[in-house]
Each structure stands twice: as structure tokens, then as C-alpha cells.
């Protein structure tokens, strides 16, 4: 795991920018298998983005059965999340969805959830007392706002979910923010730090200030700034990562 040190350094990037540095360190598809393809919303984006390891619950609200079949549910879903170590995300699948039925967020449960470690959630469906989840630091990104709690009862835990089209596993490190969130497995944790601050100084010292340089001069010279700029940040890019096949 991430020292809490790392954690904090990648919380000062956007997603977008985690994003550039973990497609250099991934084996699998950037385009295909990192983030959310289905649109979600942060409610809460002056809170800025949000970094932690994932704690996964599956809930179907229109379905009261649930209640009954397992009424301990919730103490044994409670004591998973205090079990795992933080800071966690919740990423909840509501098997209602595309229908919202009820929510499972609210002031309580945000704040129970805060207690135990947990810092915010990615909800597929909805959540409610949006003012007061904010108040008690608690982060969400979800599908829409809505009034009641309906049947919610944790329906099972600890497992492979879907969020807005995007599978996540337990201890997935997933980074969030009002553009969506990334999904990191376990063995590209190590690497995203270091990647993603070398893609972000490179543009920074590349393509941004020779684009900015160039206002007002004529558009051969522009152009030219330009392709010397891509050129450069490309190479440094391949040295970087590519140097004997891995870096």
C-alpha cells in the first residue's frame, strides 16, 4: 500500500493527470479498462479530488427481502469496513439502477461511515442530505440526488462490483474527482506517483509554455514551436518509460 505521504502527493492532481501517468506504467488498455465510461457527478467538487482504497457493498432498495433474510446484515457489513485499512472509498453497485429507488447515503450513514475511515463513495444510483454529508467531510460521486432510503439494506460485501460501467475490486486505489474516477489495481500503485508527477512536469516544461510562448507570432513559427515542443515531450516520454523495455 501507499504511504499516507503518497496518497497526499496525489491528491494534489487532478484525475485527468493521475490518469497521463498511469497509462505509462499500465499493462492494460487505457482506453478500455480505466475509468467510469458511464457519466457520474460529484456532488461535492470544492472538496476537491479524493484518493483511497476501495471498500465495495452491493444494495437493491426496491427489494425489502433483504431485510429479513439477513437482518444482521449491516453489523457484518460494519465490521468489514472497519477491518480494511484507509483511507477508503465505498463504491456501492445498486442493482435498481438505471431506476432510482432509494438511497443509501444520507447524514447518518455518511457519518458513520466517516467514523470508521471511510472518506467518501462512489455511488451507482443516488444520494440525499447532500449539505450535510459535505459538512461531515464526506465525498460522494453519484448518479443523482433523491428524497427517501426506501428499502436500502447491505445486500452483500467484500466482492467484485460495478459502478458506472467500471468493475472494481476491493482494494482497488481509486482516484476521484469532478471529472470522473480512475481505477488502479494493485500492482500499478507502486509506480503512479512518480509516473504521473513526470508526465505533469513534462507538459509543464514542454508543450504548455512552448504554446503559451508563442502568442502572437506568425503561424509558420507557432507551428514550428509546437511540433519541436511535442517532439520533445514524446522523447522524453520514451526515455522515461520505454528505455530497455520498462522503467
Given at each position: 500500500?501507499?504511504?499516507?505521504?503518497?496518497?497526499?502527493?496525489?491528491?494534489?492532481?487532478?484525475?485527468?493527470?493521475?490518469?497521463?501517468?498511469?497509462?505509462?506504467i499500465t499493462s492494460r488498455d487505457p482506453a478500455a479498462d480505466a475509468f467510469n465510461p458511464e457519466e457520474t457527478r460529484d456532488f461535492m467538487?470544492?472538496?476537491?479530488?479524493?484518493?483511497?482504497?476501495?471498500?465495495t457493498v452491493v444494495i437493491e432498495p426496491s427489494n425489502k427481502s433483504h431485510r429479513e433474510s439477513n437482518p444482521g446484515a449491516w453489523n457484518e457489513y460494519r465490521h468489514y469496513v472497519a477491518s480494511q485499512p484507509g483511507p477508503k472509498i465505498v463504491c456501492v453497485q445498486d442493482i435498481d439502477t438505471p431506476r432510482v429507488i432509494g438511497s443509501f447515503w444520507g447524514e447518518v450513514n455518511s457519518n458513520a461511515h466517516r467514523a470508521l475511515g471511510c472518506i467518501g463513495t462512489i455511488v451507482d444510483g443516488a444520494i440525499r442530505d447532500v449539505d450535510e454529508m459535505a459538512n461531515a467531510g464526506f465525498k460522494a460521486l453519484a448518479r443523482r440526488l433523491c428524497v427517501g432510503h426506501a428499502h436500502v439494506h447491505?445486500?452483500?460485501?467484500?466482492?467484485?462490483?460495478?459502478?458506472?460501467?467500471?468493475?472494481?475490486?476491493?482494494?482497488d486505489l481509486i482516484h476521484a474527482d469532478k471529472?470522473?474516477?480512475?481505477?488502479?489495481?494493485?500492482?500499478?500503485?507502486?509506480?503512479?506517483?512518480?509516473?504521473?508527477?513526470?508526465?505533469?512536469?513534462?507538459?509543464?516544461?514542454t508543450v504548455i509554455p512552448a504554446a503559451r510562448g508563442s502568442a502572437g507570432l506568425p503561424s509558420e513559427e507557432i507551428?514550428?514551436?509546437?511540433a519541436d515542443a511535442g517532439a520533445q515531450f514524446g522523447e522524453n516520454?520514451?526515455?522515461?518509460f520505454q528505455r530497455d523495455g520498462e522503467w
Open positions: 500500500m501507499l504511504t499516507h505521504a503518497e496518497l497526499l502527493q496525489l491528491k494534489r492532481w487532478n484525475t485527468p493527470t493521475i490518469y497521463n501517468g498511469w497509462e505509462q467538487p470544492q472538496m476537491g479530488p479524493m484518493v483511497g482504497y476501495a471498500v447491505p445486500v452483500r460485501w467484500n466482492c467484485e462490483v460495478e459502478v458506472f460501467g467500471r468493475k472494481v475490486n476491493p482494494g471529472h470522473g474516477f480512475l481505477v488502479v489495481a494493485p500492482g500499478e500503485q507502486t509506480q503512479l506517483l512518480e509516473a504521473s508527477r513526470f508526465m505533469d512536469a513534462n507538459e509543464c516544461e507551428l514550428a514551436n509546437l516520454v520514451r526515455r522515461k
